[in-house]
């Protein structure tokens, strides 16, 4: 007899506007017991210090975390030049300091050689997997963690802001696996100084945007009447990219049950196979077959 699932089975999208402080894990946990969710996740996260843009998934939306992920990203961000971190941002301990602070057209010179696919090495203290063990720990406990290198896409890099001599603010558009803190550290030292993040944050994340983010507190206060509440996105949201494929009443029955369907006149690819309104499953065709490849028990 299967166990019974503890919550309440909602499906949907919450654009929730990340608070500086907590760990994107937190918030998850915050948004499941503002909700009762039997399920919840987040697509792509932030660091602690930083804020902005942090999708969260709510059932069988979570099924579709994937293709938020893979989106690209937008983020603006404040180098402060002089001191190099240990984490490359806030909230470490600075290692190394510089008297130089670039001026406006240096580092209006310097974007164009971080436009474009660029080589990275993320930053020691991430949740990258090294051997198996997550690089920050390793790092935490004085190891000497080697990361290595990745590549990125750099879609768009703009000064926005001189601050003061110490502090620069900059927007940027980029591929997921993208570390602002290494962007940052890597400009730095370009620009013949150092410098860590004063501040970040994401603006937007493939179709969730800052200006419909909403905090967790107008979150725990408007879902008290949940039948009103108007800011939970259909689970389609992250699908918008993907065709949405109407099938039979009789395929669908199939494909709630894992069997592909004949369908001769589709091409192939990924799609979103729809039972009449309602999201059936994420399926590949191939060949004149539907292969369902996540099916939303909903």
Sequence with gaps: ???????????????????????????????????????????????????????????????????IVDDRKQYSFTARWGAKTNTDDIEGEIEETAEKCPSESEILEALQAFTGSI???????????????????????????????????????????????????????????????????????????????????????GPFLEKDAISLDKLEKLWQCPAEFEDLLPLTTALDDIPAVAISETQAIRVRHGNDVAVPNLADGIVCAMDQDKPLSISRVENGILYPVRVFNI
């Design 1 to 67: 007899m299967a166990r019974r699932k503890k919550g309440i089975p909602i499906h949907g999208w919450l654009n929730i506007d990340k608070p500086a402080g907590m760990t994107s894990a937190a918030v998850v946990n915050k948004v499941k017991w503002i909700t009762k969710a039997q399920k919840a996740g987040h697509a792509g996260t932030l660091d602690p210090f930083a804020t902005g843009v942090l999708p969260i998934a709510l059932g069988e939306a979570t099924k579709t975390v994937p293709f």
């Design 119 to 205: 080589t990275q090495i993320p930053p020691a203290y991430s949740a990258i997997k090294i051997n198996g063990e997550r690089a920050y720990k390793l790092a935490r406990s004085g190891s000497d963690v080697q990361m290595p290198e990745r590549q990125v896409e750099i879609y768009e890099l703009n000064l926005t802001n001189i601050i003061d001599s110490d502090h620069a603010q900059f927007s940027v558009t980029c591929s997921k696996g993208t570390y602002i803190r290494a962007l940052a550290r890597d400009l730095a030292v370009y620009l013949g100084t150092v410098a860590h993040l004063s501040q970040l944050r994401r603006t937007k994340v």
